[in-house]
Nanobody
Framework: QVQLVESGGGLVQAGGSLRLSCAAS????????VAWYRQAPEKQRELVAR???????DYSDSVKGRFTISRDDAETMVFLQMNGLKPEDTAVYFC?????????WGQGIQVTVSS
């Protein structure tokens, strides 16, 4: 059974930081690319950052320079360090793992940035 479980969300003031974590199980983690997506109210889900298996990270323009994605293949974990948070970063954040046609999602975690 594949599980992706996010943690670390919450409420933070603008300019603050949060670190999201995602614990993965049930997959050959090192083979999978991993990513963070987010979905704000009444908006479409959007890609925030991703790291392919054995590849380099890339980011959406809206978070570049503020967010850092990382992975620990030994611990089957994915992280998203979010600095310089803005109110427009408020959303539900989802962990994602992908390999060829397989794709798995976490349940999502709320991040709220107050102005």
């Amino acid at each position: 059974q594949v599980q992706l479980v996010e943690s670390g969300g919450g409420l933070v003031q603008a300019g603050g930081s949060l670190r999201l974590s995602c614990a993965a199980s049930g997959i050959l983690f090192s083979f999978y690319g991993v990513a963070w997506y987010r979905q704000a109210p009444e908006k479409q889900r959007e890609l925030v950052a991703r790291i392919p298996s054995g590849g380099f990270a890339d980011y959406s323009d809206s978070v570049k320079g503020r967010f850092t994605i990382s992975r620990d293949d030994a611990e089957t974990m994915v992280f998203l360090q979010m600095n310089g948070l803005k109110p427009e970063d408020t959303a539900v954040y989802f962990c994602n793992a992908y390999f060829r046609s397989n794709q798995y999602w976490g349940q999502g975690i709320q991040v709220t940035v107050s102005s």
